[in-house]
C-alpha cells in the first residue's frame, strides 16, 4: 500500500507521517511528500499509472515553490485558496483516479471544503474529510480500515505464460 | 337755420381737432375750463354733467362747472330740436328704460318752472350709457350731459353729433384730469412705504402689518381712481400654489368675500401672465354687441357707439368674482419675483377710462410694494425659510454620519458604501433645486460645476452637472469659501478675472461663488447670479456653502467607490484584504495549534514507549511559540484598531540579550522551512550595543524579530541565505537590526506601502503563502511608539533588506525613561 501526502507545511508533514508509521507499519517507505500544487500536476503528468493507494490531501496548499515566477492559474479566476480542490480534480480527471480515496486534511471548516467541492462539481464519493485539528485518531483508523479492505480483496491470478 | 347749421358743421371739425388736442396733453388745469372749451366748440352756452355712480341708485352732479352761467342767464328756452332731447323729453324718460330723475342740487329739479326763467331756450342732451351689467339694472341711463342755448336757435343734427361726440369724451377727459392728481396720491403712497418698517419678530404680527398696510394702499387707491373694486392678491414667497390672499376689496354688493383662497384658485402662474400682458381692458378691440342693444333700444342710434366688454376667450374669470367691465392690474414684484397683482377695476364700458397715466401710477406702486415686501421678508427671521434651511442642514447631516461611516472604511462594508452614495445621489438633484429656490429672490441662475464632471466620475448627476463651460482656475474661487461678489463695483482682481467668468452677462450684478469640497479635497464650484446685489441673502449662501459640501462628498465617495472596483490596484480593496487577513489569520492560528495538539498526543504515546523524546519536544515548543506570535499580533491589531497606542515598557539593550534573542527567533523560523534555508548573523561591530544606550521593550524585540525572519523564510527562495546584521545609522542617531534574505522581489515604489496594514506582494498572493499583511505594519507601528521606524530598502537581484530603527538614547533621557 503507497500513500501520497500533498501539503505544503513540512513540519505537519512530517507529523502526519509519524502517525501514519505508527499507525501502519507497513507503510514505512511507502509515503511520498508533494509540497505544492504544481508539482502535483507535473508527477501526473509523467505517462505513468497513479500508482498510489490513497492520498491524504491539503486544501489550502502552495500553488508553486517560491523559485517559480508564475502560478498556475490566475488567483483571479480561480481564488486564492483552493489549489487543494484543483488537485483533488487532477487526480479524479486520471484514468484510474475515480476511486482513489481521498483523506482531506484541512484547517477550513467541512462546510467551506463541500461548497468548493460542489462548486468544482467534484463527487463526494471515496472522499472523506478530516479536520486539522491535531487529533490523527480517525484518520490513522481510516487509513487503517482502508489497508484491511485491501488486504481482504482477493488478488488476481498471475498469468501463468504457457 | 341753414348758416346755424353750416356754421355748427363746421365746427365737427373743431371738435375733433380738440379731441386730438386733449389726447396729446391737457390744456386746461380744471374741470370747469374743459367744460367751458367743450360747450364753446358746442355752440352751447352751458353744459352740465351728471352722473349716476355704479352701484347707488344716487345721481349725483359730479361736474357742474358750467352751471354758473345757468344761474346768470335767467331766460326761458324753448324746445326746437327734433333730434335732440328736449328737456321734458329728458323729465319725461329717455327711449328705452331711461329715468332720469330730477337732479338733487339742480335748479331744474327744484324749481322746473324757474329753469323756464333762466332763458334756456333750446337743450341737447346726452345719454350715458353704462354697460350692462347683473349688477346694475340693464339699460339703466347712467348719465346724462346736457347744452343748453339761451338762444332761440335749436340745435342741429350737426350740432347734436358734436355735442354727442363731446359728451363721449368728457368723462375719459375728465378722468385723465383725474389720474394726476392719482398720481401724486401714489408717490404719497409709495413714499409711505419706502419710509416704512414693520415689526417682523412674530410671523402673524408680521402679517397683520404687512395686511393693514395694503389695506391703506386699497382705500388710497380706490379714492384715487375712483374704482369700486380694488384688490390684491398676494402669494407668499416660499408657498407657491399653497396659498393666496386676497387682501382686500370694495364690493359694495353682497358678494362672498373670501378672505384666503384656496390652492389652485384665481391666481395662478398664467394669471400672473395675463396680468402683465393685460394691463388695460381696451373695449374697443371687443366685441360690440350691438345687436341685442339695438333690440332693447330699437330707436336709439347711440346705440351704435355703446360696446360690450367681454372676457378675453379662453381667460376665465374667478368663479364667484363679476367680470369687471374695465380694469387694469398691475404686478407686485421686484426684480424677477412676483409676488402678487395689484387691480383696479369698474363696471363701465367707457373706453380708455383708465389712461396710461393711471396705469404707469399702478405699476409704480406694484414695484414699490413688491421691493418693501422683498426687504422685509427677506429680514424676517421668522419666514418659514428658516425652518426650512435647518430641516435642510439637519439632512445634510445625516449624510454626513453615513458617509462618514462608510467611507471610514473601518468595517470594509461595500454595499453601505454604496448604499450611503446612492442617497446622497438622489438627494442632490432635490437639493439644488431647492437652493434655487431658496435664494429666490432675483435669482438668474444657478449651477454646479466641476472638473470630473466631464469624467465617468460623476456620470450619475444627471440634470445637475452640466457641461463645463468654465473650468475653475487653481488658486483661484477654489480656495474660496462662500462670497458674495459685487460683480459691477468690487470684483475681486485675484480671485476672479473675466476669462473665468467668460458667460457674465450685463445682466448679472452679483454672484455667489462657493467651494464644492470635501476636506481639503477642493472639487469645483457652485455659482448663483443675481440681477440685485440685494437679493443675496445669508441663507442662500449658507445653503449652497452646505449643498457644495454634499457634492463633495458625493465626489470624494465616487472616487472611493472607483478604487475599490479598480481590482488591480491592490490598495483599493481594502473590504478584500480584511476578509482575507481574518480568514488567513484563523489559518495561522489552526495549523500550529493543530501541529502542538498533534505531537503533544504523539509525544504522550511515544513517553509510553520510552522513544524518542528530545526532537518531538522541541518541536512542540517551536509550534507553541509560532501560536504565541500570532496570538500576539492579533491582540496588537486589535488594539491598534480600537485607537489603543501601544506603550512599550523599556529597558536598557545588552549585547548577551539581543544575541539570544535573534538566535531564539532564527532557531524558530529556521523549524518552518529546515530543508534548504541558511541564517547569517554577523557584525563589524560587536560593541555597537554596549556603546551606545538603547532602550528597547524586549517583549517587543521578540515580537519584531520573530516577524520580521518569520517574513523572511516564508518568502525566501529555495536554498537562499537570510543574513542578520546590527549596526548604527543616521550619523549614529539609530540602532538598526537589519534582516535581508533574497526571494520575493519588492518595487521600490511597493516598498513605502508594505507596512501599511493589509500589505502584501502579489506575488505571495499568487503563490498562496500565508501572511495576513499584519507582520510589517505591527513592526513599524512598534518602532514607532519606540520613537522609530521600519525601512524597506529593495536591493538589486531580488534581494530586499528590512531594517528596526531603534534611536539611540542620550543619557540624561535614558534617566528620564528609565525612572519615569
Known amino acids: 500500500m503507497r500513500c501520497l501526502i500533498v501539503d505544503d507545511d513540512l513540519q505537519f508533514t512530517k507529523l502526519v507521517t509519524k502517525w501514519l508509521l505508527d499507525g501502519i507499519p507497513a507503510l514505512q517507505d511507502h509515503i511520498d511528500h508533494i509540497l505544492y500544487e504544481k508539482a502535483l500536476l507535473k508527477r501526473l503528468a509523467v505517462p505513468e499509472p497513479f500508482a498510489y493507494d490513497f492520498v491524504i490531501l491539503d486544501i489550502m496548499v502552495r500553488w508553486t515553490d517560491m523559485n517559480d515566477t508564475e502560478a498556475p492559474v490566475a488567483p483571479e479566476e480561480s481564488g486564492y485558496f483552493r489549489a487543494g480542490i484543483r488537485c483533488l480534480a487532477a487526480i479524479r480527471s486520471l484514468p484510474n483516479g475515480a476511486e482513489i480515496p481521498i483523506f482531506i486534511n484541512s484547517a477550513r471548516d467541512r462546510s467551506d471544503i463541500e461548497a468548493l467541492m460542489q462548486e468544482a462539481r467534484l463527487s463526494f464519493d471515496h472522499v472523506r474529510i478530516f479536520p486539522k485539528d491535531g487529533d490523527f485518531e480517525p484518520l490513522i483508523n481510516a487509513v487503517k480500515e482502508l489497508s484491511q479492505k485491501i488486504a481482504a480483496k482477493p488478488k488476481q491470478p498471475e498469468k501463468v505464460p504457457r | 337755420m341753414e348758416t346755424a347749421f353750416e356754421s355748427e358743421a363746421v365746427l365737427t371739425a373743431q371738435v375733433a381737432d380738440f379731441i386730438l388736442e386733449l389726447g396729446r396733453n391737457h390744456p386746461f388745469g380744471t374741470e370747469e375750463g374743459l367744460l367751458r372749451r367743450i360747450a364753446s366748440l358746442c355752440r352751447a352756452d352751458g353744459v352740465v354733467l351728471w352722473l349716476r355712480m355704479e352701484g347707488t341708485t344716487e345721481n349725483q352732479r359730479l361736474f357742474s362747472a358750467a352751471s354758473w352761467f345757468l344761474d346768470e342767464k335767467k331766460k326761458f328756452f324753448r324746445y326746437l330740436a327734433e333730434d335732440s332731447l328736449t328737456y321734458r323729453q329728458a323729465l319725461a324718460g329717455t327711449p328705452g328704460n331711461f329715468s332720469f330723475p330730477y337732479p338733487p342740487d339742480s335748479p331744474d329739479a327744484s324749481d322746473a318752472e324757474a329753469s323756464e326763467k333762466i332763458g334756456i331756450r333750446a337743450m341737447c342732451s346726452i345719454p350715458v350709457q353704462w354697460a350692462d351689467s347683473p349688477w346694475v339694472d340693464a339699460g339703466t341711463m347712467n348719465g346724462l350731459v346736457s347744452f343748453y342755448r339761451l338762444r332761440d336757435t335749436p340745435f342741429s343734427l350737426e350740432a347734436f353729433q358734436n355735442a354727442k361726440l363731446a359728451a363721449g369724451l368728457v368723462l375719459p377727459l375728465l378722468s385723465d384730469l383725474a389720474n394726476r392728481s392719482a398720481f401724486e396720491l401714489l408717490r404719497n403712497v409709495s413714499k409711505e412705504f419706502s419710509l416704512s418698517t414693520v415689526s417682523h419678530a412674530e410671523p402673524e404680527r408680521f402679517w397683520r402689518s404687512i395686511r393693514t398696510r395694503l389695506d391703506r394702499v386699497v382705500e388710497l387707491v380706490a379714492n384715487a381712481f375712483a374704482c369700486l373694486e380694488v384688490s390684491i392678491y398676494l402669494e407668499p414667497p416660499g408657498k407657491v400654489g399653497k396659498e393666496v390672499r386676497l387682501m382686500a376689496s370694495r364690493w359694495p354688493w353682497k358678494i362672498p368675500q373670501r378672505e384666503v383662497y384656496p390652492a389652485g384658485f384665481g391666481l395662478t402662474g398664467s394669471c400672473y401672465l395675463y396680468a402683465y400682458e393685460m394691463q388695460i381692458f381696451d ?538
Open chain 2, 283 to 820: 373695449l374697443r378691440r371687443f366685441i360690440p354687441d350691438r345687436e341685442v342693444i339695438r333690440d332693447r333700444y330699437p330707436n336709439a342710434d347711440w346705440a351704435e357707439s355703446i360696446y360690450v366688454a367681454e372676457p378675453i376667450e379662453g381667460q376665465e374669470w374667478f368663479e364667484d368674482t363679476p367680470p369687471p367691465m374695465s380694469f387694469i392690474a398691475a404686478p407686485i414684484r421686484h426684480g424677477d419675483r412676483t409676488y402678487g397683482v395689484l387691480r383696479c377695476s369698474v363696471l363701465r364700458t367707457v373706453p380708455y377710462y383708465f389712461g396710461a397715466d393711471r396705469l404707469r401710477a399702478l405699476t409704480l406702486l406694484g414695484t414699490d410694494i413688491g421691493a418693501w415686501l422683498a426687504g422685509e421678508l427677506r429680514l424676517n427671521d421668522s419666514y418659514e425659510e428658516r425652518h426650512w434651511l435647518r430641516d435642510y442642514v439637519e439632512s445634510v447631516a445625516h449624510l454626513n454620519v453615513k458617509a462618514h461611516q462608510a467611507g471610514s472604511g473601518s468595517q470594509g462594508d461595500h454595499s453601505f458604501l454604496l448604499g450611503a452614495l446612492e442617497s446622497i445621489r438622489k438627494a442632490l438633484p432635490s437639493s439644488l433645486s431647492s437652493c434655487i429656490r431658496m435664494a429666490e429672490e432675483g435669482a438668474l441662475h444657478c449651477r454646479a460645476l466641476w472638473p470630473e464632471a466631464e469624467t465617468s466620475k460623476g456620470g450619475a448627476l444627471d440634470g445637475v452637472r452640466a457641461p463645463l463651460p468654465l473650468r475653475p482656475q487653481p488658486g483661484s474661487q477654489l480656495s474660496l469659501a462662500a462670497e458674495v461678489y459685487n460683480t459691477g463695483k468690487a470684483r475681486r482682481e485675484n480671485d476672479l478675472n473675466a476669462s473665468s467668468f467668460p458667460r457674465l452677462s450685463t445682466d448679472t450684478n452679483a454672484l455667489i461663488v462657493c467651494p464644492i469640497s470635501s476636506g481639503a479635497k477642493k472639487y469645483g464650484t457652485i455659482e448663483v447670479r443675481f440681477r440685485v446685489s440685494s437679493d443675496i441673502s445669508d441663507h442662500a449662501e449658507s445653503a449652497l456653502t452646505l449643498l457644495g459640501s454634499q457634492i463633495g462628498l458625493y465626489l470624494f465617495l465616487a472616487d472611493r467607490i472607483e478604487d475599490l472596483r479598480n481590482e488591480k490596484d491592490l490598495r483599493a480593496s481594502e473590504a478584500r484584504i480584511q476578509r482575507e487577513t481574518f480568514e488567513n489569520l484563523g489559518h495561522q492560528l489552526k495549523t500550529p495549534i493543530a501541529s502542538a495538539r498533534g505531537y503533544a498526543t504523539f509525544l504522550d504515546k511515544k513517553l509510553k514507549k520510552m522513544g524518542k523524546l528530545q526532537e518531538d519536544s522541541e518541536a512542540l515548543v517551536t509550534y507553541l511559540r509560532q501560536a504565541a506570535q500570532v496570538s500576539w499580533n492579533i491582540k496588537m491589531f486589535g488594539d491598534l484598531a480600537a485607537g489603543r497606542p501601544i506603550k512599550p515598557e523599556r529597558k536598557v539593550l545588552n549585547y548577551d540579550t539581543l544575541l539570544a534573542k535573534i538566535t531564539t527567533a532564527m532557531k524558530a523560523a529556521s523549524f518552518r522551512r529546515t530543508n534548504d534555508i541558511d541564517f547569517i548573523f554577523g557584525t563589524d561591530d560587536r560593541d555597537v550595543v554596549t556603546r551606545n544606550t538603547i532602550l528597547v521593550d524586549l517583549g517587543h524585540l521578540d515580537q519584531m524579530l520573530d516577524n520580521l525572519l518569520d517574513n523572511a523564510v516564508k518568502y525566501a527562495a529555495d536554498h537562499s541565505t537570510v543574513v542578520v546584521s546590527i549596526g548604527t545609522t543616521h550619523e549614529g542617531k539609530f540602532f538598526y537590526i537589519s534582516v535581508a534574505n533574497k526571494g520575493i522581489e519588492v518595487t521600490p515604489a511597493f516598498a513605502k506601502r508594505l507596512m501599511q496594514r493589509g500589505e502584501r506582494s502579489h506575488v505571495a498572493v499568487a503563490k498562496g503563502g500565508e501572511g495576513s499583511g499584519l507582520g510589517l505594519y505591527l513592526v513599524n507601528e512598534i518602532l514607532g511608539a519606540h520613537g522609530g521606524r521600519l525601512e524597506v530598502i529593495p536591493t538589486e537581484r531580488g534581494v530586499v533588506r528590512f531594517r528596526l530603527l531603534i534611536p539611540i538614547s542620550q543619557k540624561g533621557s535614558v534617566d528620564a525613561v528609565l525612572n519615569r
